[in-house]
């Protein structure tokens, strides 16, 4: 989670193991007794919102100072059998949450596949939990939820951004050369020490915001690798949380353990450079919000770190899509504006955390090739969306609010 609250945590944070002996795949529910992780994330939540209006001065200073101008099958090697189950478990505290054109192909450099960082087809997050029954690549269509003008208006007063350069999600690519680390678990509520046998691309490093999110996708396993507090690099690369789902998954940890808050990976819903490469957004987005609702998160999301009340507060899980009767030619929308907006349209966006912002994500430039993306997004730390009319979006019909105390069930990949 990011942003700035001061929730009282439920309880520790829900972390997996492994048992080596067995081969089962153990997932345990911190209780009361082990030390909560929200005291050690809240001022990184404070600091986001006072970062947001620095961000704002400076970048308002500078413009005066200078013009610039904006012109179903598992891949080899997936254990999908390895599981454990611990029944009703306490519910977990909160869980870790500049022009027009695009480049010329001169400007679209290639990655090698040895740093991580995709490669020139394009073979990126967008590939990943694209299966026929995952949320990411379903079509926002249906009923409208009867709730959904009071939520909307909720909204008002929120600015609406994206996340670029902190406080989102790095994502870097390995493959069957990749260096293969046991990864330490340092938080001290955790119940294990190591995610072992993950490959780490030598510059993999995670968000330098407190958050500290970092993804790696290895390709050749067919696994994505979610850590939230992670240090370091390569051989000395460590975490407080770590996990791991297939890519033929849907995105979600079934017990809430993902990334986020609402048990949702750090690469599901995020905006990548193969995305902005492609001119196209094929999937939902997530989003973060203040105002999230008490009382645990709806479908598709597992757990839900919201604590607002009233008929305003939005469920983690929930999806919000843009009026598709609006005539987004109208809107005098750039480039990448444009690509948003057709996929608010088009599949939505799911509220995934609670942060001190309205804001989505897209992928950390610190993991593109060149450590930039060319032209096709500003090269800014939070991008500004204030023309795409969020008066006009509409909360896709719901369905009941879930248990936050459900069971935990954890996946691990490759066999390890």
């Not at 992928?363 to 009319?389: A, C, F, R």
Request: hydrophobic residues 35%; glycine residues 14%; charged residues 15%.
């Amino acid at each position: 989670m990011i942003g700035t609250s001061h929730d009282e945590p439920a309880a520790a944070t829900a972390l997996l193991d492994r048992e080596a002996d067995t081969g089962t795949a153990v997932v345990v529910q911190d209780g009361p007794a082990h030390r909560s992780p929200a005291a050690e994330r809240s001022r990184g939540r404070r600091q986001l919102a006072f970062s947001a209006v620095s961000a704002l001065c400076v970048a308002a200073l500078v413009g005066v100072l200078v013009h610039v101008a904006e012109g179903g099958k598992s891949p080899v090697g997936i254990d999908n059998t390895g599981f454990g189950i611990f029944p009703d478990a306490p519910p977990p505290a909160e869980l870790p949450r500049t022009l027009l054109d695009p480049p010329s192909a001169g400007q679209q450099a290639a990655a090698p596949g040895v740093n991580g960082l995709g490669d020139a087809l394009g073979q990126g997050v967008a590939t990943v939990f694209a299966g026929a029954n995952s949320p990411w690549v379903q079509r926002a269509t249906g009923a409208i939820d009867p709730n959904s003008a009071a939520m909307v208006a909720g909204l008002a007063g929120e600015k609406f951004q994206m996340s670029t350069g902190m406080w989102t999600v790095p994502v870097y690519y390995a493959d069957a050369s990749t260096p293969r680390h046991d990864v330490p678990i340092t938080a001290g509520w955790t119940e294990f020490s190591s995610l072992p046998n993950v490959p780490v691309p030598p510059n993999a490093k995670p968000d330098p915001s407190e958050d500290a999110h970092l993804t790696i996708i290895d390709r050749s396993k067919g696994c994505v690798y979610d850590f939230w507090g992670a240090s370091g690099s390569g051989g000395n690369l460590s975490a407080k949380l770590g996990n791991a789902m297939p890519t033929t998954a849907n995105g979600i940890d079934p017990g809430g353990l993902g990334a986020r808050a609402s048990g949702f990976s750090g690469a599901a819903g995020l905006i990548t450079y193969e995305d902005m490469k492609r001119g196209s957004i094929d999937h939902a987005l997530v989003f973060a919000y203040p105002k999230t609702r008490s009382g645990g998160p709806v479908s598709p999301a597992t757990k839900s770190d919201g604590s607002s009340g009233g008929d305003d507060a939005i469920p983690e899980g929930a999806r919000l899509r843009l009026d598709p009767s609006i005539n987004l030619a109208s809107l005098g929308l750039n480039r990448y504006e444009m690509m948003i907006a057709r996929a608010l349209q088009q599949y939505g966006m799911i509220l995934g955390d609670t942060s001190g912002g309205f804001t989505i994500y897209a992928q950390h430039p610190q993991s593109v090739p060149g450590g930039s993306y060319g032209g096709m997004l500003p090269d800014n730390t939070w991008v500004d969306l204030s023309k795409i009319p969020t008066d006009r979006l509409q909360v896709m019909k719901m369905g009941p609010q879930k248990d936050n105390a459900s069971g935990t069930v954890g996946n691990r990949c490759n066999g390890h």
